[in-house]
């Protein structure tokens, strides 16, 4: 059974940092591409980043360039985002999602990623 699993969300304050990492069982991360969604409350869900296995490129959601990075560790087939410089617009329920595709290209819609994950909460507050 695919199954996605997101760690490291939590509470920090604006300007701080938080470092999530999303693992798989029932298959390897290492092949696909892999993203991140995530979803605030009242809000669609929005693509903030996206790591290709073909060709290790990556994707950022306008709001979230220069301030997250998006990394594969095959050693540990993860895949982590590196949240920087977090702002009141941030908190979110943050998903790791895959599709079984190997490019991001401009795949942005919800639809185009078959597994999700349960989600991780990130709160921003002082």
């Known amino acids: 059974q695919v199954q996605l699993v997101e760690s490291g969300g939590g509470l920090v304050q604006p300007g701080g940092s938080l470092r999530l990492s999303c693992a798989a069982s029932?298959?390897?991360?290492?092949?696909?591409?892999v993203g991140w969604f995530r979803q605030a409350p009242g809000k669609e869900r929005e693509g903030v980043a996206c790591h290709s296995s073909a060709d290790e490129s990556t994707y950022y959601g306008d709001s979230v360039k220069d301030r997250f990075t998006i990394s594969r560790d095959k050693t540990n087939h993860t895949v982590a985002l590196q949240m920087d410089s977090l702002s009141a617009e941030d908190p979110a329920v943050y998903y790791c999602?895959?599709?079984?595709?190997?490019?991001?290209?401009?795949?942005?819609?919800?639809?185009?990623?078959?597994?999700w994950g349960q989600g991780t909460q990130v709160t921003v507050s002082s």
């Open positions: 029932g298959f390897t991360l290492d092949y696909y591409a």
């Open positions: 999602v895959t599709g079984g595709f190997t490019r991001c290209g401009s795949r942005w819609a919800t639809s185009d990623y078959r597994y």
